[in-house]
């Protein structure tokens, strides 16, 4: 029985060992019966957390645009260790998650009205919801507006990226829970 959960489970979409475990706890699978399954799993490479969490950050980056911190977050919750994750991660570099970040916004910017402040703000918060750190998040939108037209350039000629990155990261220390 605990076999068929798992093999159903696999046929939906590659699962975690993680994942796999929580359905069988679910269905009362004892844990000693879906360790052993789940250990046979591995050995023949039906569960394989490594490539699922590198096809997860390929498949979630190009397709969502999400970044690195975002990604950890979802592998995380999925039960991919945290060593497999930063591998996994490690293939997706600062320069290819720039670029991401300012062909979102670009898309973005095509339907985007008002004012250039507001325009920015509401650009930087899809990019911060995302998971970009503001540095990248500010410079992304910054030179957007500065190609897309007179007003949005002389407003973006305006911003210091770096001192925006840097207040955005104090606040984020000072939010912080203390321990």
């Known amino acids: 029985m605990a076999r068929e959960i798992c093999l159903r489970q696999l046929a939906v979409r590659p699962r975690t060992r993680a994942e796999l475990a929580g359905a069988l706890a679910k269905r009362g699978i004892s844990e000693q019966v879906s360790a052993e399954v789940l250990d046979r799993y591995d050995e023949v490479g039906i569960i394989d957390d490594a490539a699922f969490a590198r096809a997860w950050v390929s498949s979630r980056h190009s397709g969502r645009g999400l970044a690195r ?55 930087v918060g899809m ?17 957007a ?5 007179a007003e949005a350039a002389e407003f973006a000629e305006q911003i210091d990226a770096d001192a925006l ?15």
């Open 165 to 179: 990155a840097d207040a955005e990261g104090d606040l984020e220390r000072d939010s912080r829970p203390l321990d």
């Open 69 to 123: 911190r975002a990604l950890a977050n979802e592998l995380r919750r999925k039960g991919v260790d945290g060593e497999v994750a930063t591998e996994a991660l490690g293939e997706l570099d600062e320069e290819t998650e720039a670029e991401t970040a300012r062909a979102l916004v670009d898309r973005k910017l095509r339907t985007a009205r008002g004012e250039p402040d507001a325009v920015f703000r509401r650009l």
């Open 127 to 143: 990019l911060a919801r995302k998971g970009y750190p503001p540095g990248v998040a500010i410079r992304a939108v910054k030179d």
């Open 145 to 149: 507006l500065a190609a897309q037209s």
